[in-house]
């Protein structure tokens, strides 16, 4: 149980273009939705939490017009990188959770890998 | 106040051995600490959870070890196998919907 699937595990397209990531919760109803960023060897760097039918709340220094997040239903958010550039190159990893994203176990997409040229 | 610290950074263990990993936190008012495992390429998987009224959790080969006065908890993988090997995160959070605080990691290689 609690499956959560990412779509594309990897992308590659030229600078300019705009990106869209897929998060689904498959077995179960997402209340919060969450948007991590990984840089190689590094931890995980939380861009923006997102609950279904409201404004995804943005970390301190993630802009909010270049990382669009939308969570339309309780089981899919997405994430679209707008103009995308070769700094915008990283790992992009989803989590979906069932509480109020605070106690409660986070499950994780397998992430996307997106490679701007 | 809100940094989960992790260490060590890496480790390298035997086949059969014990790996131990140690993370501290400052803000007592977390209330949830899980542990995940990540393997290169994927994403994390949760591997244990423990709450801080306990002060032990065991699922097979893990253990999370919890000390509420030092502030402090461990992941301990008894029998460590090569499959082991992968970057083990701690975490810590609180209701209210605060988000999850991660360690930096530890990268852990098991030798066969």
């Known amino acids: 149980g609690a499956v959560v699937s990412q779509h594309p595990s990897w992308v590659i397209c030229k600078s300019g273009t705009s990106v869209k990531i897929e998060c689904r919760s498959l077995?179960?109803?997402?209340?919060?939705m969450f948007w991590y960023r990984q840089f190689p060897k590094q931890s995980l760097m939380l861009m923006a939490t997102?609950?279904?039918?409201?404004?995804?709340?943005?970390e301190q220094g993630v802009e909010k017009d270049k990382f669009l997040i939308n969570h339309a239903s309780l089981t899919l958010s997405t994430l679209t990188v707008t103009s995308a550039h070769p700094e915008d190159s990283s790992f992009y990893i989803c989590?979906?959770?069932?509480?109020?994203?605070?106690?409660?176990?986070?499950?994780f997409g397998d992430g996307t890998r997106l490679s701007i040229l | 106040q809100q940094q989960v610290k992790q260490s060590p950074q890496s480790l390298i263990v035997q086949k059969g051995g014990i790996s131990i990993i140690n993370c501290a936190y400052e803000?007592?008012?977390?209330?949830?600490f899980p542990w995940y495992q990540q393997f290169p390429g994927k994403g994390p998987a949760l591997l244990i959870a423990?709450?801080?009224?306990?002060s032990e959790k065991k699922e097979g080969r893990f253990t999370i070890s919890f000390n509420k006065s030092a502030k402090q908890f461990s992941l301990h993988i008894m029998d460590s196998q090569p499959g082991d090997s992968a970057t083990y995160f701690c975490?810590?959070?609180?209701?209210?919907?605060?988000?999850?605080?991660f360690g930096a990691g530890t990268r852990l290689f098991v030798k066969a």
């Open positions: 989590s979906a959770t069932t509480g109020g994203g605070g106690n409660q176990p986070q499950h």
């Open positions: 077995d179960f109803q997402a209340t919060t």
């Open positions: 997102s609950n279904e039918g409201s404004k995804a709340t943005y």
């Open positions: 803000n007592t008012a977390f209330d949830y």
């Open positions: 423990i709450r801080p009224d306990v």
């Open positions: 975490a810590a959070s609180m209701g209210g919907g605060f988000k999850t605080i």
